[in-house]
Structure formats: structure tokens, C-alpha cells
């Protein structure tokens, strides 16, 4: 089979020149949403912890279980 090479071809150049370039940003934005999501999931991770921690100290400070 002869004839050009994909990337030689009108819809190769639009594959490669706007399709690529399109699904690298998409790709690059969801991660950034991902860092996002995962701070977020930590920081109420850690404020969990810290609302468990504080209602311990206050029953054992109270003498309630």
C-alpha cells in the first residue's frame, strides 16, 4: 500500500495540529481538577481527625461516654 502517511494527509495535519493539542489540555485540566479534589479530601480528612480528637478530650474531660 502506497500513498502518504497519516500525518501527511488533511486529516492527519487536523488530528495531529488540533485533536492532540485539544486532548493534552483536557488531560492537563483534569489532573489539576484530581490535585484539587485530592486537597480537599485530605483537608476534611484532617479536620475529621481533629473533630474526633476534641470530642474525645471533652468526654474525658466531662466524665460522659
Do not use: C, H, W
Not at 36 to 42: C, E, F, G, K, V
Amino acid at each position: 500500500m502506497s500513498g502518504p502517511q497519516f500525518f501527511e494527509t488533511g486529516m492527519g495535519r487536523k488530528f495531529y495540529e488540533g485533536t492532540v493539542p485539544r486532548l493534552a489540555r483536557a488531560v492537563e485540566k483534569v489532573a489539576k481538577e484530581l490535585e484539587t479534589m485530592n486537597r480537599y479530601i485530605q483537608e476534611a480528612k484532617e479536620l475529621d481527625e481533629a473533630t474526633k480528637e476534641d470530642e474525645d478530650d471533652l468526654r474525658s474531660t466531662t466524665g460522659s461516654d
